[in-house]
């Protein structure tokens, strides 16, 4: 008996991104490879052509990116924004976090599972300190376990 997979939540911009990613290597980037190969294909012997196989090598990418995508979609569910609640916090939120350890104020935008960006600081609401914030608000504080011990983390800002 095959168990029912959990979907993973996913922000509406986040959705729209995937999709237009998606559109973006279905019908450009994916028929330009295609020419691509076509094109190497002309040039006769193909066990020496590196021009192929860079071309084969970019479809199996885009192929994996495709799959990759309409997985993700797939097991996803678009979160409605919630207009009515302004003050606590839940995906799209954009949250400045006081790290009482290193005295460091640090801001984060709460995200599906999918729309993780380190870089960006972009944090899943399923991650330890994601879901510690996940209903809280302004003047909060959650206890986080990290590999280094518990971290207190006093909310300083929510903004919706």
Known sequence: MEQEQKKQSITQTGYDELMAELDYLVNVKQPENTKKIQEAREQGDLSENAEYEAARDEQAKIVARIDEIKKIIENSEVIEKDNKNKTKIKLESV??????????EVTYTIVGPSEVNALERKISD??????ALMGK????????????????YKILAVKN
Do not use: C, R
């Open 95 to 104: 949250v400045t976090v006081l790290d009482t350890m290193y005295d460091e």
């Open 126 to 131: 399923e991650s330890p300190l994601g879901s």
């Open 137 to 152: 608000k302004k003047g909060d504080s959650v206890m986080v376990n990290a590999p280094t011990g518990e971290i207190e």
